[in-house]
């Protein structure tokens, strides 16, 4: 615009006028252009925040909907580990109901080892002073009965657990 100013006053003041009116109106014309070529840059601007907070509300619910997803399948992982540790804990209680029912019955053969030990102990004690001692039979035969009480209440406590 320099150059064409100093190219203006050269020329005579009538047409100087009239070519400095028309730069003006150029440079005007040229400012409304800019101004409108702003204006249409903000309107697609505007247009592509609008076009923008769209994808950004979409992307928002995609992100919520796949949280709740992700959400449902680590309880359906919760779930099916509490089920298999339930199936766990189950298969160790019989596991210990088992233990208990084992060691009641060694529990009932060493009560009948100890209560034969000790019968046999007193025959042997009883044979080398008395032969015949209706005593010791008769605590051999209170020995059985206990014995079988025992023995039947070992047998019960086993088939309840069962």
């Known amino acids: 615009m320099g150059r064409g ?4 006053r ?3 003041n009538s047409t100087s006028r009239q070519l400095q009116e028309n ?3 150029g440079v005007v014309n040229n400012v409304e252009v800019d101004v409108l070529k702003l204006r249409r840059l903000n309107v697609e ?3 592509q925040k609008r076009s923008l907070c769209c994808r950004i509300l979409s992307m928002e619910s995609q992100l919520v909907s796949l949280a709740k997803d992700s959400e449902n399948e680590f309880i ?3 779930k099916s580990e509490a089920s298999i540790l339930r199936q766990i804990n189950e298969d160790l209680c019989k596991q210990v109901e088992d233990l208990q029912v084992s060691r009641l ?3 009932g053969e060493l009560v009948y080892l100890r209560w034969v030990n000790s019968g046999l102990k007193n025959e042997l004690q009883n ?3 008395f032969t015949s001692d209706i005593s010791s ?3 051999l035969l209170n020995g059985l009965i206990l014995l079988y009480q025992v023995m039947k209440l070992l047998n019960m406590v086993a088939l309840k657990r069962n």
């Open 5 to 8: 100013k100093i190219a203006i």
């Open 10 to 12: 050269r020329i005579d």
């Open 23 to 25: 730069l003006e109106k």
């Open 45 to 47: 601007l505007h247009l």
């Open 76 to 78: 359906q992982k919760i």
């Open 105 to 107: 019955n060694e529990v």
């Open 127 to 129: 044979s080398t002073f």
């Open 137 to 139: 039979s008769q605590l």
